[in-house]
């Protein structure tokens, strides 16, 4: 067909024509073989520069489009879509970016007009070469995952539900909550954190739209966008929550005791046990590690079962006949349309800092350890005391550990200085102790926090700026005797000096679960470099992944606040819901396509393939692309050794037309 | 016309100045920080501060004991240790007289030692030193008989020989110090 | 066989001769060859850095460029001159401007310098190199039930050389105990002992090397241990000082690392330089020798001062 080919040179107002002569480049295109058409203009992108090509097309019979603008990634969706409305197919569209390519790196004006001539000549012999490309609709799985059940992984799951649509709400604990159950109160409102959250627990584990997969780890992960196949391995908790009525006997009568990983070991618990008072769901589990029964059946031999037999004495075991030694894990496969990831957060183990004694001296505790020591249902009933019990006269809190430092963390946890200040609150409310805070600076940024600062300084909490040196229990002097010694330079002073306290609270900082490499591997999603997830943009796209269909909310992004952590987790509701209430899904037409006479099965394209997106028939022996999965990278197209592979849009043909027409 | 600042950085272990965020662990991590006229994160905010005599004219970084705590505890990477080494350097260069401490004239004697034997002849430079700072053992004279009995122990563990170790290739140490100063002199 | 070029430092011929003199007695036993470099030059120093720090790099480049000609490691027994060295190393490898400039220097001499050479401690060249291990199956006198405090000093883990912890290292406590002894634990292990500021600031640092024995001591060490001759000079020679100043009466014997491994492996006492510590390591040897048990060697442990 005979080509009509219009071209289109933008002003950007003075972004472009500031450095480029447009006219001049437009009257150059004029000139160009195939060129029905060239224009210049202002704003391309606006109403009436998009009327200009859509009118150019009805009226000249124009079969393909250049418009010299900015970067594809700014507007090409914009000009496909203007073609699009007047009639043509939307590859028959190609960019030449001469702002961000040519203005915006130019100081030479007449060298960035050549440049522009060479950018649109090549665009203009590209352009010729395109072929007509349908994008594919695929229908979208109305389903939901939510990996991780803490407050993030609730809040986007009960929004979701409540919008009509299923959800699968798995966590690899027991009980749903996260670390927001093991708080004590929140700041700055200090509401008490199990009062706000266990209703949006329960009614996460009652919901008819919600599926709670507690115990549970995702094993699997396969398909894309709109249809992801889920492998589930629901771990066997050795009971039957048909039957369980949580009623707790079988824990009074099991005589193993193991440090309570929900009291951050600070107490006991049994090895059949309920995770917490509020647990979701309320019910029991074994932990097979150290059930003695459990251990015995490795070794072939029957012992213990008291929960199941009861005691001596009439005290009868579990009546309902819940507890099943036989149980196995299960694993079950779901089919569901986007995930959301909330995986959540680890806190910083302050062990590697030697200086501060963290597991060497007692009194030393940290930040999570003190919330379940001032928590009324906690180890110590809510009482502030040291280890032998006695209470302390003095306590210091000392922020930044593990974080804002290069041997650690550089980058700031965020929540730490509000924490502290309310440890602080805390400690004056429980009491009568001293309070000392020592910062390098106290970040309190959001709504109500500068003004809980205040009410902290008022309470008469002394802040000491100046990041502590170590704490020792090496005495220099009397006093220091039997004592912490902090030892640290108060800046402010200028002086070098020695605080001696009964006890320390290390105010760590956030990390990345352990498991964030293989979770991340999983669902295909990357890092950054601090190690959280990845977001697409860090300011207009938050939740979103580089992987379509994939969103995070909550501390798995970064460390953040409850109030940030419960608006992310809507905003990747919000986008799941999107996505559902538009049902189906665009894929990218660029795909690749494999030449199935010139394939020779040698499969170097399915490894290289970072999107997974090609499989091999073993039938026939050749590979084949997934055009749904297949994001038009054209890794496999350069490692095809036979050349058996072209990437539509991006054809020999055009690529080689597009230097051409650069070159001469 | 450099500015202090400048002047530090430019020194080998002075690139990370910048990064400094004034926390105090290097203070805080000082054995000799009470000593000090001014502790280290100080000196680090007067360097950025451009006051240039009071840094070079202080004793703060004479007190240095190079023990590495503050470069080991950093949590921005500054090397406190290599910039109090720079300062002194610098003072030492640009004739401060430095009051309060008789390190300077104990670190002369030594590499005054250096320079005429090649090594360091313990005996010697301790002879050297203690004549430097005479009026100081004149006016403290109990003191000064005090360590008599340290220098006789040592002698007697054979740990101060009366004679120096002269290496052949003192006068090529010579001349290769007195090219460097003119090469650098250059530049 | 094991190939260095060794680097005794200015102390290991005065106030660190039982350092030098065991350094080199353990090498045959041990498998090193420890060929000292020729005609070697001071360091420099903490002292000269300080007063007139490139300079001080050309001085240290003339022993690098000397140890490059054999193109070994160059090993050193002393912490001080490892860290010079390694510091002068560094520097020139990292600035090519300034390995110019000392190369033009080093030229009159007939001297050039490529960055090719890794400067070492003895220590991590026992440790990594010779392996615990390997000194183990070599012990003729096993020193078990002593109880022997390692202490490190600064600059053997400061700054960090990527061999051990700055803060908590375990590279000495390793070797004491491959010889048979008790590596006592004690929190002070790795702080300074005021190193070379004994001389010009001694008020102001007894009270260092006085925490240091006081902690060793409160932790149950019957004798020390160290690499570094200028930390062994401080703990050694001002003991008495110390406890003159302070009331104590610390009685703690200081030895030399290279001398302890040197006594377990057999070697006589003598050849070791025994005779130059100053506390007298009298008890340690008769136990050794005769396993004449003996309690701590301090008398009173003092809380206060």
């Not at chain 1, 009118?55 to 203007?82: Q, W």
């Not at chain 1, 650690?408 to 009491?431: D, G, N, P, Q």
């Not at chain 3, 004994?198 to 409160?218: F, K, N, W, Y």
């Amino acid at each position: 067909m005979e080509p009509r080919i219009g071209v289109f040179i933008c002003h950007c107002g003075s972004n472009i024509a500031g450095t480029v002569d447009c006219e001049e480049v437009a009257r150059f295109a004029g000139g160009l073989e195939g060129v029905a058409v060239a224009r210049d203009y202002k704003f391309m992108c606006s109403d009436p520069g998009q009327e200009l090509i859509k009118k150019d097309i009805r009226e000249l019979g124009l079969n393909r489009v250049v418009v010299a603008s900015c970067s594809p990634t700014m507007h090409e969706p914009t000009f496909r879509r203007a073609i699009q409305e007047a009639g043509l197919n939307p590859y028959f569209f190609e960019m030449a970016n001469i702002r961000e390519h040519v203005s915006w790196v130019s100081v030479d004006k007449l060298k960035a007009t050549e440049r522009a001539k060479a950018l649109v000549a090549a665009a203009v012999r590209r352009v010729y070469y395109h072929q007509p490309l349908e994008s594919r609709e695929v229908d979208i799985n109305p389903n939901t995952l939510v990996v991780g059940g803490g407050i993030a992984g609730i809040q986007a799951a009960l929004k979701i539900a409540d919008s009509g649509n299923k959800v699968y709400l798995v966590d690899k604990n027991p009980s749903i909550g996260g670390h927001m159950a093991q708080l004590d109160k929140t700041f700055p409102t200090l509401d008490c954190s199990a009062c706000i959250l266990t209703p949006k627990m329960t009614l996460a584990g009652s919901h008819p739209n919600i599926e709670l997969l507690t115990y549970s780890e995702v094993e699997e992960v396969s398909g894309y966008v709109g249809n992801f196949k889920v492998k589930i391995r629901k771990r066997a908790r050795y009971i039957d929550l048909g039957k369980c009525t949580g009623c707790g006997r079988c824990v009074d009568i099991c005589p193993v005791k193991v440090p309570d990983e929900f009291e951050q070991g600070l107490s006991q618990r049994k090895a059949i046990y309920k995770p917490f008072a509020q647990a979701v769901p309320n019910k029991v589990l074994i932990d097979p590690e150290n059930c003695l029964h459990l251990k015995g059946l490795a070794k072939g031999k029957d012992v213990c079962r008291l929960c199941q037999k009861g005691v001596k004495g009439g005290i009868i075991g579990c009546e309902t006949g819940a507890i099943d030694f036989e149980q196995q894990d299960e694993v079950i496969e779901v089919e569901v349309g986007s995930v959301i990831v909330a995986t959540g957060f680890k806190l910083f183990d302050p062990g590697v800092i030697y200086q501060y004694g963290y597991g060497r001296l007692e009194n030393v505790i940290t930040s999570l350890e003190f919330e379940r020591i001032v928590n009324s249902a906690g180890p110590t009933s809510g009482h502030i005391v040291l280890k032998d019990g006695s209470e302390p006269q003095s306590i210091a809190l000392i922020h930044c550990v593990g974080s804002r430092d290069e041997q650690y963390h550089e980058y700031c946890s965020r929540v730490c200085c509000m924490y502290s200040m309310k440890f602080a609150h805390l400690i004056k409310e429980h009491t009568s102790a001293e309070v000392y805070e020592f910062y390098i600076d106290i970040r309190s940024f959001g709504k109500g926090y500068e003004e809980f600062y205040n009410r902290i300084l008022e309470e008469g909490t002394v802040f000491i700026r100046g990041k502590p040196a170590e704490v020792t229990n090496i005495a220099e002097t009397r006093e220091e005797e039997g004592k912490l010694i902090v030892q640290f330079e108060d800046t402010l002073v200028g002086k070098q000096r020695r605080l001696p306290v009964d006890m320390v609270v290390l105010s760590c900082g956030l990390e990345p679960p352990g498991d964030v490499e293989a979770v991340g591997r999983m669902f295909n999603i990357s890092r950054s470099a601090d190690g959280f997830f990845l977001e697409k943009h860090p300011k207009l796209d938050p939740v979103a992944t580089m992987t379509d269909g994939i969103f995070l909310a909550g501390c798995c992004q970064g460390p953040k606040d409850i109030p940030d952590t419960v608006a992310q987790a809507l905003a990747a509701a919000a986008e799941a819901l999107a996505m559902i209430s538009r049902g189906k899904v665009e894929v990218e037409a660029a795909t690749a396509i494999i030449n199935e006479k010139l394939c020779t099965g040698c499969q170097l394209c399915k490894n290289v393939c970072p999107y997974s997106a090609i499989s091999f028939d073993e039938e026939k022996k050749v590979c084949r692309v997934n055009e749904a999965l297949c994001k038009g990278c054209g890794a496999c197209v350069g490692g095809c050794p036979g050349d058996a592979i072209s990437l539509s849009h991006y054809t020999n043909e055009q690529i080689l037309a597009q230097m051409e027409g650069a070159l001469t | 016309m450099v500015s202090f600042l400048d002047e530090v950085k430019s020194t080998p272990g002075g690139k990370h100045i910048l990064a400094c965020i004034q926390c105090g662990t290097c203070t805080g991590s000082c054995p000799m920080a009470g000593s000090m006229e001014y502790p280290p994160r100080k000196i680090i905010a007067m360097i950025r501060a451009g006051m240039r005599d009071e840094v070079l004219a202080s004793n703060s970084m004479w007190f240095c004991l190079s023990c590495y705590m503050c470069t080991a505890r950093c949590p921005r990477g500054v090397k406190p240790t290599e910039i109090a080494h720079a300062l002194e350097s610098l003072a030492a260069q640009h004739g401060f007289r430095i009051g309060g401490t008789s390190t300077p004239p104990l670190y002369r004697s030594f590499v005054g030692s250096i320079k005429s034997n090649g090594r360091v002849h313990e005996l010697g430079m301790m002879v050297k030193f203690y004549l430097s700072i005479l009026p100081e053992l004149i006016s403290h004279p109990v003191a000064a008989i005090k360590m008599a009995p340290l220098g006789l122990k040592l002698f007697l563990h054979r740990r101060l020989p009366l004679m120096p170790t002269r290496i052949k290739g003192r006068g090529d140490l010579s001349k290769i110090i007195r090219k460097f100063k003119e090469v650098r002199g250059n530049n | 066989m094991k190939y260095y070029s060794f680097f005794p430092g200015c102390s290991a011929e005065s106030t660190g001769l039982g350092l030098g003199l065991s350094a080199e007695a353990i090498a045959e036993p041990l498998d090193m060859e420890l060929v000292e470099l020729e005609d070697w030059n001071c360091c420099g120093s903490t002292p000269y850095g300080s007063l007139a720090e490139e300079e001080s790099i050309a001085v240290a480049a003339r022993n690098l460029a000397l140890a490059e000609k054999r193109g070994l490691d160059l090993v050193t027994p002393c912490s001080s001159c490892y860290v010079t060295l390694s510091k002068a190393n560094r520097h020139l490898q990292e600035h090519p401007t300034l390995l110019a400039q000392v190369n033009e220097a080093l030229a009159v001499a007939d001297l050039e310098y490529h960055g090719s050479i890794r400067v070492r401690h003895i220590v991590y060249v026992l440790y990594n190199d010779i392996t615990p291990e390997s000194i183990a199956s070599k012990i003729k006198w096993g020193l078990d039930g002593l109880k022997i405090a390692p202490y490190y000093g600064c600059q053997l883990v400061r700054p960090d050389y990527g061999l051990d912890d700055t803060e908590f290292p375990h590279t000495l406590d390793r070797l004491v105990e491959c010889l048979g002894a008790e590596a006592v634990d004690f929190p002070l292990k790795a702080r300074c002992c005021g190193g070379s500021l004994t001389l010009s600031e001694e008020d102001r640092v007894l009270g260092l090397i006085r925490s240091l024995l006081q902690s060793a001591a409160e932790n149950g060490a019957q004798c020390l241990v160290t690499p570094c001759p200028l930390c062994q000079t401080n703990l050694d020679a001002y003991q008495s000082r110390v406890n003159a100043r302070f009331k104590t009466s610390y009685k703690l014997p200081v030895l030399f690392i290279t001398q302890l491994i040197g006594l377990a492996l057999g070697i006589e006492a003598k050849s070791l330089g025994m005779n130059t510590n100053i506390v007298s390591p009298r008890e340690v040897l008769d136990y050794i020798y005769n396993r004449i048990n003996y309690m701590t060697t301090h008398q009173k442990v003092d809380k206060r001062g």
